[in-house]
């Protein structure tokens, strides 16, 4: 136990020194504030507040009026209502004393409207607002002439109330941050594993695992730097969440905060049991990236041979990830049970209600079972791969190893 404490300890300080963690770390820290602060860095830089010069010109007279009410809307424009030609209009947009200008004709039973602009590009449209405005305001004049009773015209324009309605009883939740939830899990899991394979490979380029091979046994050295990788991470998690809840109340307005994300499912069990799925979740990655580490003995092998692995967890990411779409379904619930998904999966189906004790007892067993089966393999792999300073290793060789080991 002393060995493993003092490798672990060697591994966290290895680990806090390095420039990339450090960079990466505040470039993160960096992106979740400047990401919390855009509304309003949008409000300081924008044009919020600089209403569109539009020119309405509606010689005959065809919507009656209505279009003094224009300007009481609470619209994105400085309207003005004149009477001019055609080529007066255009020649004010030339001038720039208007932006665009609305030219109003009545041919046959068309209402013709030219929306005059100074260049006109294939991007370029009709604002779909000013559409609406004026088909209403069209609408409303005709409607008007009709002497309708109030209630005749409830029954033509009633209101219109649309709401989401599941037939599940079950909790919904905030799909937001259920997913957000689960992306910053899979980030923990994935790249801390990660640095387990990376950090034994950067130690047999520098010689140093042969140092550690022979003052303490394989067992101890895969044990203190996946518990110490671990703690790092997990470390870096909780400030990178911290941070983020952080500038969420500082940067962002409660009403804004509330509708986008709704954290009242948040509990302080939940809060645990999250970190307990993040913590076996590393270990299952951990370890088996700790094999993958020592099949190789340079740096730059770290990625191809890791390659496997990662497409392995991304896939089980992908599954919990999708499934969250049919959280009721069977793939659903098989998805928390499997141990490479479950860590993902589980925290969010606990978020929605859904998941039983049982189910997440039952699935934390599956998982510790996992780790125990996986651990037992590494450290035999990793006991008689990890001097290997020779050419990668291949899967056929693995099994070579572990069954040598076994005789």
């Not at 855009?38 to 010109?57: A, E, M």
């Not at 500038?247 to 069990?269: H, K, Q, R, W, Y």
């Amino acid at each position: 136990m002393r060995d493993i404490w003092i490798i672990m300890k060697f591994t966290i300080k290895d680990m806090v020194k390095r420039k990339s963690f450090i960079i990466s770390t505040l470039v993160i820290l960096a992106f979740i504030v400047i990401g919390f602060n855009i509304p309003n860095i949008i409000s300081w830089f924008g044009n919020d507040n600089i209403k569109s010069k539009i020119l309405v010109v509606d010689n005959d007279n065809i919507f009656e009026g209505s279009l003094d009410s224009l300007n009481n809307m609470d619209i994105n424009y400085e309207v003005t209502l004149n009477n001019l030609e055609l080529a007066n209009v255009k020649e004010k947009i030339e001038n720039g004393d208007y932006d665009s200008a609305l030219y109003i004709t009545k041919e046959d039973n068309n209402i013709k409207i030219d929306y005059i602009i100074p260049e006109v590009s294939v991007l370029d449209s009709i604002p779909s607002d000013l559409v609406s405005i004026l088909e209403t305001l069209y609408k409303n004049v005709q409607i008007a002439k009709l002497n309708l009773t109030t209630a005749e015209l409830q029954s033509i324009s009633p209101n219109f109330e649309y709401s989401l309605v599941g037939i599940s009883e079950e909790a919904a939740g905030n799909v937001i941050v259920m997913m957000l939830l689960s992306i910053v899990l899979f980030y923990a899991i994935y790249f801390c594993a990660y640095q387990v394979s990376s950090s034994i490979t950067i130690e047999k380029t520098s010689k140093i695992i042969e140092t550690l091979v022979t003052s303490t046994s394989p067992k101890n050295i895969v044990l203190g730097k996946t518990l110490g990788i671990g703690l790092v991470g997990m470390l870096q998690m909780i400030l990178i969440v911290g941070t983020a809840l952080i500038s969420a109340n500082i940067f962002m307005s409660p009403e804004i905060l509330s509708m986008v994300l709704d954290v009242s499912n948040i509990t302080l069990g939940l809060g645990i049991i999250t970190v307990m799925y993040f913590v076996l979740g590393y270990l299952t990655y951990a370890l088996i990236y700790a094999v993958t580490g020592s099949t190789v003995s340079k740096p730059e092998d770290v990625q191809s041979a890791n390659g496997p692995v990662a497409i392995l967890s991304v896939g089980a990411f992908y599954l919990s990830y999708f499934t969250m779409m049919n959280p009721s379904g069977n793939l659903n619930v098989f998805a928390s049970l499997f141990p490479l998904s479950s860590p993902f999966c589980m925290p969010f189906r606990v978020m929605m209600g859904l998941a039983t004790t049982t189910d997440v007892l039952l699935s934390m067993v599956i998982l510790i079972i996992s780790i125990l089966l996986i651990a037992k393999v590494a450290i035999k792999i990793y006991s008689n791969a990890i001097l290997n300073y020779g050419t990668k290793l291949s899967f056929k060789d693995l099994i070579s190893i572990y069954k040598e080991k076994n005789k």
